[in-house]
Each structure stands twice: as C-alpha cells, then as structure tokens.
C-alpha cells in the first residue's frame, strides 16, 4: 500500500494561499527549494487538483528555459517533468509531462492508487486534498510554515466529521523562520462531541 502526503507551504493563520490565490509569500529560499525539489525526486505519484495543476504547469514544463535560471531550478524543472502525475478534473484538457486525466469523483480513484503497489504519493491542491481528508486517505501532513499571516483565502485544513489523531515525526527549521513541521495521521477517529 502506499503512503499518501499532503504537502503544502502554509501561512502561520493556516492558508496555502492568500485572498486572489497570491502565492508571493511562499516563495523558498535555496534550502528550501532544494527541499521541495528533493521532495519531487522522491514522489512516486503526484495527485493534482485543477487549480494547482494550472497553477504548476503554466511555469515548470518550460521554466529549465527561462533566461537567469538556476542550476536548483533546472533540477526541479526536469524532476517535475519526470514525476508520474495524475490531475483530478472535469473542467481542463489535456494534461501532458507524464500525466493523465481522472474526471469525476477523486476518492475512490485516489483510494485505488494507495492500494497500489509503488513508491509515496503527494496530493496538492486544496479541494482535492480535501475531498481524500475527509475520506480519512492522507496519512502524513507536511507542513511548510511561513512566517506570515495573511488573513484569508485558501486553509490548508477542511471540516471533518470526526477528529484524527496525528504523531509528530519531524521538525525542521530552515532559514527566514520557515519551519517544517509533519505529522502521521493515527488511526484512531473520534467522533466530535456535542
């Protein structure tokens, strides 16, 4: 079985992404990025939702181009590339750089992935990453915290029914007081009390 990560930059308020999907307060350092791109390296699998697919294959397919890029940039351009990648929408055609297309309801196909044999899985995006929460199929949480409060917009987190216990496994600070914190999801579900 696979494991599945939800991976994501978060403001210290709990966003991925500002008010107007502003992303300008995430943007990592060297060490940082050298962590994402090892990240990418590492992924067997990475699970798309629309918007962050837009979102990524508008700049990296091509970014490896650009005139002034860097050597960690190149790296990551063609890791991405590489990386198995399966998009979750009904709305956008087609999907290219070693990627399919999944339309309708993403959790049973997401389910069916993680029972799969083969190497971790990252989900991305926030609605999709909602949807297999709720569905109790993400079993670590990492979380790239900035330090930024940006008061609104896209929240890393979604409503659940139930409460899920989660073991911190890593802490890691990077410089600009970003800190890595993950977490494995328990198995233990508690329902919420009234």
Same mark, same amino acid.
């Given at each position: 079985m696979r494991k599945l990560t939800f &991976?994501?930059?978060v403001s210290v308020d709990g966003y991925i992404a500002a008010p107007g999907d502003d992303? =300008? !307060?995430s943007v990592p =350092?060297? @060490?940082l990025f050298q962590w994402w791109s090892d990240r990418v390296a &590492? %992924? #067997?699998l990475a699970l798309? #939702? +629309?918007k962050l !697919? @837009? %979102?990524m294959s508008s700049h990296w397919p091509t970014a490896d181009q650009e005139p002034g890029v860097t050597p960690a940039q190149i790296e990551? &351009? +063609?890791r991405w590339r590489d990386m198995p990648k399966v998009v979750f929408s009904s709305r956008i055609r087609p999907v290219n750089w070693n990627t399919r297309l999944v339309a309708g309801d993403a959790v049973p196909e997401i389910a069916r992935l993680k029972a799969e044999d083969g190497g971790p899985m990252d989900i991305g995006g926030a609605t999709l990453a909602a949807a297999a929460m709720r569905a109790g199929l993400i079993d670590e949480y990492a979380m790239v915290t900035h330090p930024v409060l940006v008061g609104g917009g896209t929240p890393f987190y979604t409503a659940l029914d139930n409460w899920v216990q989660l073991r911190l496994v890593e802490t890691r600070a990077f410089p600009g007081g970003v800190v890595l914190t993950r977490y494995e999801s328990g198995a233990e579900r508690t329902r919420f009390q009234a």
């Open positions: &991976a994501m930059n992303l =300008g !307060w =350092g060297d @060490e &590492a %992924t #067997g798309y #939702g +629309r !697919w @837009e %979102t990551f &351009a +063609r």
